[in-house]
């Protein structure tokens, strides 16, 4: 399974945009690239998922690139209530279930 | 409900005690997860049920048990575990996807903080 890569913190104030890159040299065909958030004493919180160039939701954009070996999550004008880890997977989708591995997430803090 | 439901929220057990962990979801998801959080560290897959199967075991020790009773509910027992087993216990569901196979959109559990005395 493709081991992931990610900055361990990061530090933004609000209202700018924040991009969080993630290494995935060992990416397969099969994998699809997923961000989850997660705050202190909760479960985390699916974001975003993608295969190839870009995806858009609510809440953030994910930018890959064509050799699929690295990822962009991009998020917009942030809060303080953005502050959380936020974790880069690569996940294979078969039919015995998405094996979510998690690597070992940027810790995101926002200040005012 | 978009919801997965663990229970017990907290849990303090000896190391000679037996307890379970519930977990529950009302989506129609056919995958469901196990995993393990310790302070300051990423989520541990455990495991993993797919159609109420037992799919992927990631070599957990025996002490940790898992059972899938029925599509919404997914147990895991615990017997004779030790003082480094103290962790938050997640439970996690993701859907079929339109193509067939099981979706990476996980919907996690608020998660049984569990500690071993």
């Known amino acids: 399974l493709a081991k992931t890569t990610q900055p361990i913190s990061m530090d933004s104030y609000e209202g700018q945009e924040v991009n969080i890159t993630c290494s995935h040299n060992?990416?397969?065909?099969?994998?699809?690239i997923t961000w989850y958030q997660q705050f202190p004493s909760q479960g985390p919180r699916f974001i975003i998922q993608?295969?190839?160039t870009k995806v858009t939701n609510e809440v953030a954009s994910l930018f890959i690139p064509a050799d699929r070996k690295s990822s962009t999550l991009s998020l917009p004008r942030v809060s303080l209530s953005d502050t959380a880890v936020y974790y880069c997977?690569?996940?294979?989708?078969?039919?015995?279930?998405?094996?979510?591995?998690f690597g070992q997430g940027t810790e995101l803090s926002v200040k005012p | 409900d978009t919801e997965v439901t663990q229970t017990p929220k907290h849990l303090v057990m000896g190391m000679t005690n037996k307890k379970s962990l519930k977990c529950e979801q009302h989506?129609?998801?056919?995958?469901m997860y196990w995993y393990k959080q310790k302070a300051k560290k990423p989520p541990e897959l455990m495991f993993v049920?797919?159609?109420?199967?037992?799919?992927i075991n990631e070599s957990v020790p025996s002490r940790f048990s898992p059972e899938c009773p029925n599509s919404s509910l997914l147990n895991l027992h615990l017997h004779a575990l030790q003082p480094e087993d103290s962790a938050l216990y997640l439970c996690?569901?993701?859907?079929?996807?339109?193509?067939?196979?099981?979706?990476?959109?996980?919907?996690f559990g608020q998660g049984t903080r569990l500690t071993v005395v």
């Open positions: 993608g295969y190839k």
């Open positions: 989506m129609g998801h056919r995958a």
């Open positions: 997977l690569v996940a294979m989708i078969y039919n015995q279930g998405g094996k979510l591995i």
């Open positions: 996690a569901s993701s859907p079929e996807t339109r193509a067939g196979g099981l979706n990476t959109e996980a919907f």
């Open positions: 060992n990416i397969a065909t099969n994998d699809y």
């Open positions: 049920y797919s159609y109420e199967k037992l799919s």
